[in-house]
């Protein structure tokens, strides 16, 4: 497994390309489900719910595509959704003692930064495999969330900031106009800068990146700090949204935004996937859940779901893409 | 990856020892009645659990995987024991089904990581999410109550003097001994994990062995259930929630390598006494619990680190 013999990935210059027959799959599949889900239940299609769908489609988004970078280069970022419950706690008592939702969303972001940091440092300097530091950094995070908090809630946010979260512009809501922003930065970075061809190399071969000149150690720390920070926006806008914070708010994130980027077609042993293609992810996982929920099935099922569709996504991918072992 | 195979045991000896001695040390010093001999026959009894599911741990750590799904599986065997019992009044129906369960988990999972070549955190990171809807499922998120005694009376119940979870938690330390160290099933597991290619070519199928070694791991997942459900006189939805990070930690600590397939089965038992001590000692300064699952997570990054520096040098 830790031989470096996987072949190597052309690097993805464009959306053109042989991922592209990858992501009409994902499309249609997403499609499929609207059909089947239009066909059961008369509300699907009602504007109400497919807003619904977008909003909550897009906050899994934000923690999915900074995770969709991570796993780009063959790591994984398992504290997402604790570090979405902390920043989203530590920017909550910011707004309410300040009053001013600039220094929380500063707040969010850089508590969400600096977890990622940290994970970066842990993954390259102390060269600890990913997804257990991670998971360290999980409990880590989760222990000082719940401590910090101590089983209080915040709540009652100055409606302006609410309006991050909750608010409509031209009839869309304002997570989707965010969720189209960084959807565009996001495919913009990983398929035209040569930073983001640079986070490609180090997942498809560490080692001939680092033998081509690319600073392997300083591209690792930026993806997780884009990572972490991608985890702070998620929570200003899940603060807008539930105008609350609580310390358990970041325990269900974590599985669905790992199943995100691997419905959308990112692969675990890195150099091969697409920001775009984790949208998809979402949106397909997004709408997964929310015919559940239309088809009154018990909400006790969706981690069960979740986890299926977790592992249906992996071996799906490696079925395609016949991954050498 | 690295030059010599075994490191042998001696240098290993020194960095888990030295850190449970350092906890008892500053905890000794500074928690009231930490040395007191009630204190710690509760910190061994507390660490009967934990026992039972690092052993398995160790040894699919030692195959270079992970099962993050153990703490879930626990959680739902748990309260497969407490519905099955309170249903048939049989505590032994009970802790089948807790163990079929388990078994059942076991095969799954290593049968991902063996056949489908998923990777093996997220293959079980997936079977996670399963264990805990159906958690969920089973008991609709309430607690099962008004088990029968029987099932409680085992974690108090003492044979020859010792608490029973004691006495099990020793025999599987045996067992899990003799199996790593006197059997062909243990010289494959440290094949596993050191060289999966010369079990290839001496003709045996490393899929079947990995199998084995995660259905272990679900065997006593079942069994610990078993004692969770006494513990708390109850089964209860996420009682074993992050289970699994403390049976992690025990084996990290314990000086098993995550990426040299070689493990220490004695060093992971003083890790989890070292996990058992931590956590008590905090209790005992009223550290709030939060805080104590936060220093268990610290604990893992610093043996981790250590571990990092030992391989480097």
Not at chain 1, 272 to 279: D, R, W
Request: proline residues 4%; positive net charge.
């Amino acid at each position: 497994m830790t031989d470096m013999t996987k072949p190597v990935v052309a690097p993805p210059g464009s959306l053109v390309s042989g991922d592209l027959m990858q992501l009409l799959y994902r499309l249609s599949a997403a499609f499929l489900i609207c059909i089947m889900l239009s066909l059961l239940n008369d509300s699907f299609l009602s504007l109400g719910n497919i807003l619904n769908v977008l909003r909550q489609a897009s906050l899994l988004f934000f923690i999915a595509s900074g995770l969709t970078l991570v796993v780009l280069t063959a790591g994984l970022d398992l504290s997402v959704g604790a570090n979405v419950a902390l920043s989203a706690c530590l920017a909550g008592t910011v707004i309410q003692h300040t009053g001013s939702p600039l220094l929380g969303i500063l707040t969010g972001l850089l508590s969400g930064g600096i977890v990622g940091l940290l994970n970066g440092v842990m993954v390259t300097a102390l060269r600890i495999p990913s997804f257990i530091a991670t998971y360290g950094m999980l409990w880590v995070l989760n222990g000082l969330t719940y401590w910090y908090m101590g089983g209080e809630t915040i709540h009652g946010f100055p409606p302006a900031f609410r309006q991050i979260g909750s608010g409509y512009l031209f009839g869309l809501p304002i997570p989707v106009y965010l969720l189209l922003i960084f959807l565009a930065i996001g495919t913009a970075f990983a398929q035209r800068t040569i930073w983001g061809q640079e986070i490609y190399a180090v997942g498809a071969n560490p080692v001939a990146a680092r033998l081509s000149g690319i600073p392997v150690s300083r591209r690792l720390l930026l993806v997780y700090c884009v990572s972490g920070t991608m985890a702070g926006l998620a929570s200003i806008i899940f603060l807008a949204r539930l105008n609350s914070a609580e310390a358990d708010i970041g325990e269900s994130l974590t599985l669905p935004a790992i199943a995100a980027v691997l419905i959308g077609g990112t692969s675990l042993f890195g150099g091969v996937g697409t920001v775009f293609g984790t949208f998809i992810g979402a949106l397909i996982l997004t709408l997964v859940l929310n015919g559940m929920n239309l088809l009154s099935v018990n909400t006790n099922w969706q981690p069960f779901i979740t986890g299926v569709i977790v592992i249906v996504a992996v071996w799906l991918d490696m079925a395609t893409r016949r991954h050498e072992l | 990856m690295r030059e010599s195979v075994a490191a042998s045991p001696l240098r290993r000896i020194p960095g888990v020892a030295v850190m449970l001695a350092l906890l008892v040390g500053i905890f000794g010093s500074i928690a009231p009645g930490f040395l007191s001999p009630a204190n710690i026959s509760n910190v061994l009894l507390q660490s009967t659990i934990l026992t039972m599911l690092a052993l398995p741990m160790t040894l699919i750590i030692m195959t270079e995987g992970i099962d993050l799904s153990m703490g879930a599986v626990v959680t739902l065997t748990s309260l497969m024991v407490a519905i099955v019992s309170l249903a048939t009044g049989s505590m032994l129906l009970g802790l089948a089904a807790a163990i079929g369960v388990g078994i059942a988990f076991g095969v799954l999972n290593g049968w991902l990581v063996a056949r489908s070549g998923i990777p093996p955190f997220v293959a079980t990171l997936g079977t996670l999410g399963m264990a805990q809807g159906l958690c969920l499922i089973v008991s609709d998120g309430q607690s099962v109550v008004g088990i029968p005694r029987a099932v409680r009376e085992i974690y108090s119940a003492t044979l020859a003097r010792l608490p029973v979870p004691v006495v099990v938690a020793l025999i599987a330390y045996a067992v899990f001994h003799v199996l790593l160290y006197h059997t062909r099933f243990g010289t494959y597991i440290f094949a596993l994990g050191g060289n999966r290619d010369a079990l290839r070519y001496a003709g045996r199928s490393p899929a079947k062995w990995l199998i084995g070694v995660y259905t272990l791991g679900g065997l006593m997942a079942g069994i610990a259930g078993l004692f969770m459900t006494a513990r708390m006189n109850a089964g209860h939805p996420t009682a074993g929630l992050g289970l699994e990070f403390d049976a992690i930690a025990a084996v990290a600590v314990g000086g098993t390598s995550f990426e040299r397939g070689d493990g220490w089965l004695f060093g992971t038992l003083l890790g989890v006494i070292a996990v058992g001590v931590l956590r008590n000692g905090l209790n005992l300064l009223a550290l709030p619990s939060s805080l104590q699952v936060g220093s268990v997570g610290f604990l893992v990054i610093v043996a981790l680190f250590l571990d990092g520096l030992r391989s480097r040098s």
